[in-house]
């Protein structure tokens, strides 16, 4: 079997970061091809969610994890560099992958260090996998392309399950104006971040600093 691994929401200043991973028999990668499976930013999102459906039924396994905001701050803010985001990644691929049992896993590399990367995966594996560890491999490679699909969609029911709590998010990243006026509407009213934004992010804490500031001036 070939597996695949990507994620989705890496940079996202809300809501959760999506890992997934999907394994195929070889033969079947062909077909990945004929279903349109391209990197999951170059599709529209009724495109993901219709190829999410088919690539579930082509699968041998697949399986998604979905990682909270808090445990994301946690591994950001700590000093221990062995505990960072790419490494947090790289734990939960491994995991991914102990489920899929595949013969040989694409991954797309977070670390600038895309065969560091790849070695952190193995790491944490208690079986031999041949990894292909490379940046852009979302692109290169349909069986990864496959997994960017499953962890994007994940990713937006997941937005969108925060927008029917919390009303207008944006999508989520800093770069989205609704996104900053959602934190800044939070700091406004109540003082504090809800559960579903990432505190440690440089966004969020820019943003706490300057409307506590204005607060104060105004006592």
């Known amino acids: ?18 890992i997934a991973g999907i394994a195929l028999n070889k033969e079947d990668l062909p077909k ?8 999951s930013k170059m599709l529209t999102p009724k495109k993901r969610e219709e190829l999410a459906v088919e690539l579930k039924k082509l699968a041998q396994h697949y399986h998604v994890v979905l ?17 960072k985001l790419n490494r947090l990644e790289a734990i939960e691929m491994a995991k991914i992958l102990s ?14 260090n895309a065969n560091r990367f790849g070695e952190h995966i193995a790491e944490n594996l208690d079986f031999d996998l041949e990894i292909i ?10 069986i990864v392309s496959a997994a960017s699909i499953l962890a994007k ?18 999508c989520g990243y800093p770069s989205d104006q609704k996104t900053v006026n959602f934190l800044k509407k939070c700091i406004k009213n109540g003082g504090i971040y809800p559960d579903c934004v ?22």
């Open 1 to 18: 079997m070939i597996a695949g691994v990507d994620e989705a929401g890496r940079g996202s200043v809300l809501g959760p970061l999506a």
């Open 32 to 39: 990945l091809k004929e279903l349109g499976v391209k990197d």
């Open 67 to 83: 990682l909270r905001p808090a445990e994301i701050d946690v591994v950001v803010e700590s000093k221990i560099k062995l505990h």
């Open 99 to 112: 489920i899929l049992k595949p013969n040989t896993a694409y991954v797309d590399a977070s670390d600038i």
């Open 133 to 142: 560890s490379e940046h852009k491999a979302d692109i290169t490679y349909p």
């Open 153 to 170: 969609v994940e990713r937006d029911k997941a937005i969108a399950k925060l927008k029917r709590k919390h009303g207008e998010i944006g």
């Open 198 to 219: 990432r505190k440690s992010w440089k966004t969020a804490k820019r943003i706490k600093n300057q409307e506590d500031s204005k607060q104060q001036k105004l006592m």
